[in-house]
């Protein structure tokens, strides 16, 4: 268990509405990720923070928005949500830069109708 | 075309069947090569790191990279029903998590 957990697990939610994914981890790492998974497309990389509000944007940014206000939590933001953001959202962390080693948490599945 | 290629599968394997998994990648200055292990509905799980060329085993598992190639390897020896899952190659050209570059994966199925 990498003490991660990511709300909410499932969400239907219509065009046009603002979605906000948590992220939370008990471990006080500095480095948190969020990704998106798509058939055809592997994981994506969207925003990724390195400390208390210090974030940067990843390959598929658009769209999304994120926050880092304490160590623990990072949120993702859909300002307004589209079909294309329907996907599959992984938030990970990782321990340290020099192992190769992400730890995710179980996925927040998301559809836009 | 992708910078990481990987046949998505789905591979069906009888029980006790060696296993080989592959991915081929474009850029040359990736030197960071890693497998992560998905089952359905989880969060990918890391099941082998090596830097550069050569081998690494662990147990049943053996990565191989040939950088020449571009190309990289993962080997189940003895499979398992419980091997079935999505392997995802993942690859860098730096150390750090938000340069890496993550193939599509490749289902697998371990027959009893």
């Known amino acids: 268990d990498a003490g991660i957990t990511q709300s909410p697990r499932h969400k239907v939610t219509e065009t046009g509405t603002p979605v906000t994914l948590r992220c939370h981890q008990t471990e006080n790492h500095r480095y948190m990720y969020w990704y998106r998974q798509d058939p055809g497309h592997g994981l994506r990389l969207i925003h990724y923070?390195?400390?208390?509000?210090?974030?940067d944007k990843g390959e598929v940014s658009d769209g999304y928005s994120v926050s880092r206000s304490k160590t623990e939590d990072f949120l993702l933001t859909l300002e307004s949500a589209t079909s294309s953001q329907t996907s599959v959202y992984f938030c990970a962390i990782t321990p340290t830069v020099n192992t190769g080693e992400l730890f995710f948490g179980e996925g927040s599945r998301l559809t836009v109708l | 075309q992708k910078e990481v290629e990987q046949d998505p599968g789905p591979l069906s394997v009888p029980e006790g069947a060696i296993v080989s998994l592959n991915c081929t990648y474009s850029?040359?200055?990736?030197?960071?090569f890693m497998w992560y292990r998905q089952y359905s509905r989880k969060g990918p799980e890391l099941l082998m790191y090596t830097y550069s060329s050569g081998n690494k085993e662990d147990g049943r598992f053996t990565a191989q990279v040939d950088k020449s190639s571009k190309y990289i390897s993962l080997f189940i020896r003895d499979s398992q029903p419980s091997d079935s899952a999505t392997y995802l190659c993942?690859?860098?050209?730096?150390?750090?998590?938000?340069?890496?570059?993550f193939g599509p994966g490749t289902r697998l199925s371990v027959l009893p």
């Open positions: 993942a690859m860098s050209a730096l150390n750090y998590g938000q340069n890496f570059v």
């Open positions: 923070s390195y400390g208390v509000k210090d974030t």
């Open positions: 850029n040359s200055a990736f030197q960071y």
